[in-house]
Structure formats: C-alpha cells, structure tokens
C-alpha cells in the first residue's frame, strides 16, 4: 500500500533582495513572519502553509542545523505560484491590487467554475489568485 501524502507544507521562491520581496508580500497578503534572516523570510500562508523567499544563490551551500542538514536548491527564472482565496474575495482582492499600483497581467475562467487573476512580483514571478472550482481538487 503506498503512502499517503497529505498535502504542500512549503513552496519557495529565490529572489534579487529578501527584505525587499518580504515587504511585498507582508504588506500585499498581510503575512505574519514567523522567522527569517539576511538569506531567508518564511511567512506563515493561510494557517497551513509556509511561503518562503530564499536569496537567490544564497542557498547553494548546505546549511547545518543542530538537528541535522539542509542540502544546497537554488532556483532562476520567472517562477509561478498561486495563492486560494474565496470567491466572494475576488473582486475585492482585484480592486486592492489595482488601488496599490500592481498590474492585473490576466484573468481567467476555468471550466469548472473558478477564477484566477495573474500578477507580477518584485522579481517577475508570476503570482496567482485562485478561487475554488480551477481543479478537480480545488
């Protein structure tokens, strides 16, 4: 019998400048840091997950720990990830990003009934805004 996964606990992006970045994010989403230095920032992301900006090229080397050893990721290139958010928060969140000067890049509707809206980061990552009914899943 295989294992069972139980779901995504981290995703991360590598950025030009984590403090940077870190504000983004924290005033955007209004993130809570929950820990953090010159290499790193780990947001907690709504309750179950942890959203972490890493410095790019600042994780290339391993990093001990006293409970044992990170091994060295890095990651280029425009990324993508994407945030849930409810259905009836869409228009809302559409109109708080336009208000702060963050250009909607795209909007889409999905065959099964969700929504998303598209945007660019700091580094040009692209963020998205996902309601419920873009995947079978979700």
Not at 80 to 88: G, K, M, P, Y
Not at 90 to 104: F, H, M, P, Q, Y
Request: proline content about 5%.
């Amino acid at each position: 019998m295989m294992p069972k996964v139980n779901g995504i606990v981290e995703t991360c992006l590598h950025v030009a400048d984590v403090e940077t970045s870190a504000r983004f994010y924290e005033s955007l989403f209004g993130f809570r840091r929950m820990a953090g230095d010159a290499r790193f920032c780990a947001f907690d992301a709504g309750g179950r997950s942890v959203f972490l900006l890493f410095q790019r090229g600042g994780t290339l080397e391993q990093v001990k720990l006293p409970g044992g050893v990170i091994p060295p990721h890095d990651g280029s290139g425009h990324l993508h990830l994407a945030f849930a958010i409810s259905a009836e928060d869409l228009c809302a969140w559409e109109a708080r990003l336009i208000a702060i000067g963050i250009t909607v890049e795209s909007r889409v509707h999905w065959e099964l009934g969700g929504q998303s809206l598209y945007f660019r980061d700091p580094d040009q990552h692209l963020v998205e805004l996902v309601t419920p009914g873009v995947w079978p899943n979700y």
